[in-house]
């Protein structure tokens, strides 16, 4: 994306290095002094409330970060040990500069939502759209549930978005718009590799069409020249292809692939 890659000539020197590695390291000193304070007082100091933040504890616009997204010393070792994985995958794959515009931009998203809402901001979404962006890109990784049972991660990602799913369904607007703000990050990275794939299966569900329309019907053909009308029984040596540029499942003989108009639905 040429907006990301001038923004790294620029400001790519101020990326945090290893960034997954000081935030889940913060979050586990934040979660042992969480275990002192059996009330909760030292947490909800920590938390995104803008009323607050307007009253003077600018903290919480970083702090909130922090906060384990749970209780448990079990589940909170095997968590931030997920987020890292994930997030040192992530900065491996796209770059220190990359990872740190994708986590931060759903960070900043997350803090706007909550002040035009006036909710409190989490950081939990945004983490969670790390976990997508990682199973998007890894979809065959296998994670030990529980560290005994294999599951690819593909599948907790089908999962996960039907929670989102619902949680925009259901929750109240400043809930919706907080999901909603968290995973700006992923579409702004990824929409338009999504709308590509789902070309690509338009494509293949006309294509497939087609063949079982032809399959059924002998008299058919299966290739068929949009230009001229050249078909196989016409010429069995003919080569047939479909243009990548054509917005529909247009196909033309070798003589007019790349002798058209490409056509755009």
């Known amino acids: 994306m040429k907006w990301i890659n001038k923004l790294e000539r620029k400001f790519g020197?101020?990326?945090?290095?290893?960034?997954?590695?000081?935030?889940v390291m913060i979050t586990a000193i934040v979660f042992l002094f969480g275990l002192l304070d059996p009330y909760g007082n030292f947490f909800n100091s920590l938390?995104?409330?803008?009323r607050r933040v307007l009253q003077g504890e600018?903290?919480?616009l970083i702090t909130?970060?922090?906060i384990p997204?749970?209780?448990?010393i079990f589940f909170i070792i095997f968590a931030l040990y997920i987020l890292y994985i994930m997030g040192t995958a992530l900065e491996r794959v796209w770059g220190t500069f990359r990872f740190?515009?994708?986590y931060f931009i759903g960070l900043l998203a997350t803090t706007l939502i909550s002040f035009i809402t006036g909710g409190v901001g989490t950081a939990v979404y945004v983490n969670l759209s790390l976990f997508l962006a990682f199973a998007r890109l890894y979809p065959d990784f296998e994670l030990l549930i529980f560290f005994v049972l294999p599951v690819k991660i593909k599948y907790l990602a089908y999962f996960n978005w039907i929670y989102l799913l619902y949680t925009i369904i259901t929750a109240p607007l400043a809930g919706k718009f907080t999901v909603l703000a968290a995973l700006a990050n992923y579409f702004l990275f990824f929409g338009k590799d999504i709308l590509q794939d789902l070309k690509l299966k338009k494509k293949v569900y006309r294509?497939?069409?087609?063949?079982d329309v032809v399959r059924y019907d002998r008299n058919?053909?299966?290739h068929k020249c949009t230009i001229c009308g050249i078909t196989e029984k016409d010429d069995p040596e003919m080569e047939f292809r479909y243009c990548s540029k054509c917005g529909g499942a247009y196909e033309y003989c070798s003589k007019h692939l790349r002798d058209h108009i490409h056509i755009q639905d």
């Open 13 to 23: 020197k101020l990326a945090i290095k290893n960034l997954m590695g000081h935030i």
């Open 47 to 50: 938390l995104l409330i803008p």
């Open 58 to 60: 600018i903290w919480r």
């Open 64 to 66: 909130y970060i922090f």
């Open 69 to 72: 997204p749970t209780d448990s």
């Open 100 to 102: 740190n515009l994708f």
């Open 207 to 211: 294509n497939r069409r087609r063949f």
């Open 220 to 222: 058919n053909t299966i």
